[in-house]
Nanobody, 126 residues
């Protein structure tokens, strides 16, 4: 499986960006998908995840109410709509695939994910 993230860029505080993650090599339909981010000098952190069916979503407290994760299984693509961006959202964003298919439980540990995209840089200016 290869995950290709895109959509990052430079935006002013309060602006919006939409990240996309397209998968090739294997369908994502059976897997929880998520986004992590890593800011300069900081540890990687969980941002959001979506269940394999798309019925349930999960967010870090820091982005809840501002970010929305979604998926289009027909296109094998996952999205992250980011609104109300803040300078502290500046980071490289990675899309990820959970290791176990049809998994239901917690989703915020990076060790649960086996495939990582190359990352896309989001820079929010103040």
């Amino acid at each position: 499986v290869q995950l290709q993230a895109s959509g990052g860029g430079l935006v002013q505080a309060g602006g919006s960006l939409r990240l996309s993650c397209a998968a090739s090599g294997r369908t994502l339909n059976s897997y929880v998908m998520g986004w992590f981010r890593q800011a300069p000098g900081k540890e990687r952190e969980f941002v959001a995840a979506i269940s394999w069916s798309g019925d349930s979503t999960y967010y870090a407290d820091s982005v809840k109410g501002r970010f929305t994760i979604s998926r289009d299984n027909a296109k094998n693509t996952v999205y992250l709509q980011m609104n109300g961006l803040k300078p502290e959202d500046t980071a490289v964003y990675y899309c990820v695939r959970l290791r176990r298919p049809y998994y239901s439980g917690t989703y915020d540990s990076s060790r649960q994910y086996d495939y990582w995209g190359q990352g896309t840089l989001v820079t929010v200016s103040s």
